[in-house]
């Protein structure tokens, strides 16, 4: 008999308290179990258990030994798990959701490799600017820009990402009053995202780090959109000051269409950490579907990375400029 079906065998006569039921349990005689324990106790040098004619103990290092046996029991079994998925081709109905940008940006050129790749999976993209509960709504990815707060998920940094980038166009700046520091936005037409549970009457909160502190600002505009690439649009077309990360508006940024404003404060609408997570049911034994998808996006966001990377170098030349 293996050490590891021996240990199995330690464990079920403790929780079933006798060799008998063990043996009934198990299927074999009394005599076989009380061989089997005996052996692991000439292997670990120390006795297990203390037997009388009416019941079985654990010793003091049987009680370790026992806490010990599940552990290695379990992380065995975890490892057929995982054997078991690496022959288990990924199918079935896979949910994903993002924010907007974020599914345009990074996952929608990609999507149809993934697809060709995994034939049997099928995949529901869900894109909203809303932050949507993994349980609630039967979701096995989810992708977040900033690190997540839930600690009930597991969750994978994909990118660094770049800082937000406050811009407006050289027109709308020309006509308005100077913007030199944080306050000078109250002043100002702000385009800001449109958010479930946000502020209402078309106010935004935009949040800037100075002095080592937060500070917040309660900014209006004219438009609210929960789609970063209309803001962006109507940045361009002279309606305001935006508010977006940067790769958003690289293109904007170095055909002069747009101009950085403030680019020496650290400001966001949403969190200071402009990095992409995967989020995840925490779970000893990932779907397989989930899984690859996961692995997909880490193979994918490795091919951004160098451009986000430029595109945040480009834009401190810019602001140098």
Known sequence: MSSIDSLRVFIRTV????LSAAGRALGLSPPSVSRII?????????RLLNRTSRKLALTHVGEAYLRKSREVLESYDGLKDVLAEAGEEPKGLLT??????????FLLGAVPDFLRAYPRIDLRLWLSEDVRDLVDNRIDVALRLGRPSETTFAMRKLSAGVKMVLFASPTYLENSS???APHDLLQHSCLTGLREGGPDGGTGIWRYREGGRSHELRVRGRLQATDGWT???AVVAGLGVGLLPGWMIHDQLRAGAV???LEDVDITALSFDQGVYAVFQKSPRVSPHARAFIDFLVRTFRTFDPRVAEIGSSEEDLANQ
Do not use: M
């Not at 929780?15 to 006798?18: A, K, Q, V």
């Not at 959701?97 to 940006?105: A, D, P, Q, T």
């Open 178 to 180: 100077p913007i030199r």
């Open 231 to 233: 803001i962006r649009d």
């Open 96 to 105: 994903v959701h993002s924010r907007i940008s974020v599914g345009k940006y």
């Open 38 to 46: 005996r052996a692991l106790e000439e292997e670990a040098g120390v």
């Open 15 to 18: 929780e079933l308290g006798s």
């Open 259 to 261: 101009v950085p404003i």
